[in-house]
């Protein structure tokens, strides 16, 4: 029989990947989405009406709604991905956020013991390097001693320790993949590295004139999502329940990000100046195209997140450069800049179509 594996988070960047990579092995999918009268699953769309995908409606701040969807599915493997998973939103939104990333977390594993499946399903929770915050050791690995410096990474916090305990006093297979920042063409357009890349396709074709930043010596390990959801399920596959740093080993400025992201895109950039009055500059033109803003900074900021994966690479045996961050980069830019043509296409025929029936040659 096929195992069941129930992926909350689904519509999100990890949960449409994870799923694609579970369909291929096999797996029945279950994917578990939210009430919304707004369309979020353009991600898995895709994916819909094929025979071994299905949605649940279940939410993490209702536990009879995990109950009723974990006791229906009765899944081998849970992937917790669901989150409040922006940073910056965590400082407006702290209450909610620990509410979902932190008390989230235990209404799964207690859903699970609640349907009786302790002993029988696995739980992977998408757990993140911002625990590591302001940073204690660089390079961090499993050992490294946490400092969360956001309320985002205090609630995870909460969530990386309740799984532990859930191991430790019932015996659970239930473990964290401490991850590194994944990025994508999927990714969400407010994090750093799509918002740039969206910003340099849309400036190189002329549909945008400038943009705005925070920090740009922010320091990140950044990934390729579609190769760390591999590691999500590797995970769960081990003979002990165990945690895992999940990181690419390298380490890049948001400045260089930019930089090579606008170099993709057919623009060389320079960076002149320093702190709130430092600029990018087209070195072909002269203009300004990026510039820093106070509204993209954080109360407190992590800055030099670094990860490394010798534990992943020893016994997971998972490749953390199989895809580079120059391929990152051009995978996202040439994907941008591809989706920025179509707008524009489609842009000049509603115009065109708006002409002819003012002019009623069409009516
Ligand atoms: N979002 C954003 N927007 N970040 C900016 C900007 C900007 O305009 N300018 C500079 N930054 C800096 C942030 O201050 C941060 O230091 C860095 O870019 C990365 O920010 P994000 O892309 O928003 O990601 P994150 O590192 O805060 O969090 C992501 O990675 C974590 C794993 O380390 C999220 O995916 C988290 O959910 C995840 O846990």
New binding site residues.
């Given amino acids: 029989m096929a195992k069941k594996a129930l992926i909350t988070g689904v519509t999100g960047q990890d949960g449409s990947y994870l799923s694609e990579f579970l369909l291929d092995k096999g797996y029945e999918v279950y994917g578990m989405i939210r009430r919304s009268s707004v369309d979020y699953r353009e991600r898995i769309a895709h994916l819909e009406g094929r025979e071994n995908f299905h949605l649940r409606y279940g939410d993490l701040g209702d536990s009879m709604s995990l109950v009723a969807v974990i006791a229906q599915v009765r899944p081998d493997e849970i992937y917790n991905l669901a989150?409040q998973?922006?940073?910056?939103v965590s400082f407006d939104a702290p209450e909610f956020t620990a509410d979902i990333d932190a008390t989230g977390v235990l209404r799964v594993l207690e859903a699970v013991r609640n349907c009786g499946l302790a002993d029988t399903c696995r739980i992977y929770q998408a757990s993140?390097?911002?625990l590591y915050g302001k940073v204690e050791e660089v390079p961090q690995n499993e050992d490294t001693p946490f400092h969360p410096y956001s309320p985002?990474a205090v609630a995870k916090q909460y969530g990386y320790w309740i799984v532990r305990e859930y191991r430790e006093a019932y015996n659970m297979f239930c473990c964290s993949g401490i991850?590194?920042?994944h990025e994508s063409e999927r990714r969400g357009e407010?994090?750093?590295?799509r918002?740039i890349t969206l910003a340099a396709s849309r400036i190189a074709q002329g549909k945008q004139d400038k943009l705005y930043?925070?920090?740009?010596s922010?320091l990140?390990d950044w990934g390729y999502a579609k190769d760390y959801v591999e590691c999500m399920w590797l995970i769960l596959q081990q003979d002990k329940p165990q945690d895992y740093v999940i990181a690419s080993g390298v380490q890049h400025s948001?400045r260089e990000f930019c930089e090579l992201a606008f170099h993709y895109a057919g623009i060389e950039l320079e960076f002149k100046g320093e702190g709130m009055d430092e600029k990018g500059i087209d070195k072909a033109t002269g203009k300004v195209l990026v510039e820093v803003s106070p509204d993209?900074y954080?109360p407190t900021?992590?800055?030099n997140?670094f990860g490394d994966p010798s534990k992943a690479k020893r016994e997971l045996g998972w490749n953390p450069q199989s895809t580079t961050f120059e391929e990152l980069v051009k995978i996202m830019v040439d994907h941008d800049m591809a989706k920025v043509a179509v707008e524009r296409a489609e842009e000049h025929i509603r115009l065109n179509l708006e002409e002819y029936l003012e002019k009623g040659v069409v009516k």
């Fill in positions: 989150a998973s922006h940073v910056q993140t390097s911002e985002y991850l590194f920042n407010t994090f750093v590295t918002k930043l925070g920090n740009l922010s990140r948001v993209f954080r900021d992590v800055v997140l």
